[in-house]
């Protein structure tokens, strides 16, 4: 009985370990693992926030660790859905529904409190305040509770026969990041 089992364990395994690869190479797990990604809080996800941080130089560094702490709990709690994936050759389109915190009212509602009550944002020395206006919009963005949908049509292209995201629009990212002004 060992003789049969210890071979077909084996098979078994390399039949899983080979297949592993295969089953994560199609277009709609490239698309999960994309926004898997953010919703793990990927290294490289950080990495990229932690890039755009620190070229910013309109934030200070509290400020920066304020929207960092914002962006990752948008990241945690966005929520997406597979509706269609059609390949076509080595190209394909994965449709696909996210969830996401809908900042682009916050940042509306904050540049034109600003425009109606500027005489809040100013200095010691009766100028205009960026430090301060950053603080305001900082904080309606972290008391931002509603969401929106959107729906995405993501390119892959297959190189080496492995599926790869191609890059996302400008437009998609702005989604994505819950900033998108519709």
Known sequence: MKKIIIPFLISLTILLSGCGETLNNTPTKQVEMF???YQTLNRDVIDDLNSVLEA???????????????????Y???V???????INGDTAIVTV???????????????????DHMDEFLDDENKYSQEKFIDY????????????KY??????TKIDDKWQLDKI??????????????
């Open 80 to 86: 997406y859905d597979i509706k269609d994936e059609r």
């Open 169 to 182: 629009s400008s437009l998609d990212e702005d989604k994505i990041l819950g900033i998108y002004e519709y």
């Open 137 to 148: 919009r900082l904080n309606e963005l972290e008391n931002v509770k509603d969401k929106v």
């Open 151 to 156: 729906t995405l049509d993501l390119n892959l």
């Open 97 to 115: 529904e996210i969830e996401v915190y809908d900042y682009s009212k916050a940042i509306a509602n904050a540049n034109s409190y600003l425009e």
């Open 76 to 78: 945690k709690n966005l």
């Open 56 to 74: 910013d130089n309109s934030m200070n560094d509290s400020q920066k660790e304020k929207y960092k702490n914002i962006m990752k709990n948008h």
């Open 35 to 37: 926004f898997m990604n």
